[in-house]
């Protein structure tokens, strides 16, 4: 699982399918294969507004699709808001995936992923609140004994 949200596109890559994007897009609506070919590319580029854009696409591929073809959007969706550190909602799609496929296995991965990541940043809060009051008290301390 790890190997699938650290992936970084190609440039080229990212390049081709805008370019296949935008020619459809200049023509008139682009079909739903190559929004989501792009937006696959964008939340696995580097730079966080390519994410966004992507996250913005596959959104709108979730409003516009029946139930039953929003698999690949919501994994998707929630692996880029991984990417982004925006764990809540990462799980909130990747459990909304798991209410239509509980024994997904991919999904319940990425669930853990998810959970792993957002009890580690639980613990780093903790740590850097204790550690701010034992300055404190430090601090309180050292000015008493003066």
Known sequence: MEAIVSDLVA?????RFEKKYNAELVKGPVS???TFEYAWCLIRSKHTADIVKGIHLLEELVHK???????????YLAVANYRLKEYERALKYIRTLLKSEPEN???????KLINNALRKGETQQNISICMCININIGLKLNFMCM
């Open 65 to 75: 699709s029946k139930k039953d073809d929003q698999r690949d959007f919501l994994f």
């Open 32 to 34: 739903k294969e190559t």
């Open 11 to 15: 440039p080229e890559d990212l390049k």
């Open 105 to 111: 296995k991919q999904a319940l991965e990425l669930e």
